[in-house]
């Protein structure tokens, strides 16, 4: 999911793939051309596809896929710069099975997160908050579970509306492509006292 520099250029999260893995952010202009690839700083093992939110105008945070047998945790990674520079990656509290996570920052600045919170599997698909930047995160509310551990709910997406209602996409056991759209209220309420989330599943 690209971001929008303040000199109109872009910011773009993607990844090497070649022997050894690791997440590498973008700068782009409008028509493409690429002004500056900088890669994430490895730390224990293998980190990608990078899910990047901006913070303040020079700073910003990544969460990032583990591809790595060594700590199957979310990666993050934190700039200061702009994107020039990126620290060195860290592992969060958050399980991940070698699967892609989706994150952006809500009008409220907090930031919501995307993710399978499993060491192996797919099976679960669920949401996290975190209101410091990106260090700590909260399970908030849960979008699949399946005891069937082969099941899949993966590669999500999210996109906050002008309106403020959040949509979250996701592939649907390898079938369909699922959207579920719902408001930050939502994300604060009791799990027994709110409506399931609304879904609309497409064929692709």
């Not at 592992?91 to 809500?106: E, K, T, W, Y």
């Amino acid at each position: 999911q690209p971001t929008m520099m303040e000199d109109g250029t872009l910011g773009l999260p993607a990844y090497h793939e070649l022997i050894q893995k690791w997440g590498v952010w973008t700068h782009v202009t409008t028509d493409g051309s690429v002004l500056q690839s900088t890669p994430m700083k490895r730390y224990e093992g293998d980190w990608l596809q990078p899910a990047m939110a901006a913070l303040s105008p020079t700073e910003a945070c990544a969460v990032l896929r583990s591809a790595t047998t060594l700590t199957k945790r979310v990666g993050h990674a934190v700039s200061n710069d702009g994107g020039v520079s990126w620290s060195e990656r860290t592992a969060l509290d958050v399980p991940n099975p070698n699967a892609s996570v989706a994150m952006i920052r809500l009008m409220d600045g907090s930031l919501l997160m995307a993710a399978n919170p499993l060491e192996s599997g797919r099976n679960v698909l669920q949401l996290f908050r975190s209101k410091d930047g990106g260090q700590t995160w909260t399970a908030s509310r849960t979008i699949e579970h399946s005891a069937d551990t082969a099941a899949e709910f993966s590669y999500p997406f999210l996109v906050q509306g002008p309106d403020g209602r959040v949509h979250l996409s996701y592939t649907w056991l390898r079938k369909s492509i699922r959207l579920c759209t719902f408001t930050p209220e939502w994300l604060d309420a009791v799990a027994d006292d709110a409506p399931a989330v609304p879904q609309i599943e497409a064929t692709p």
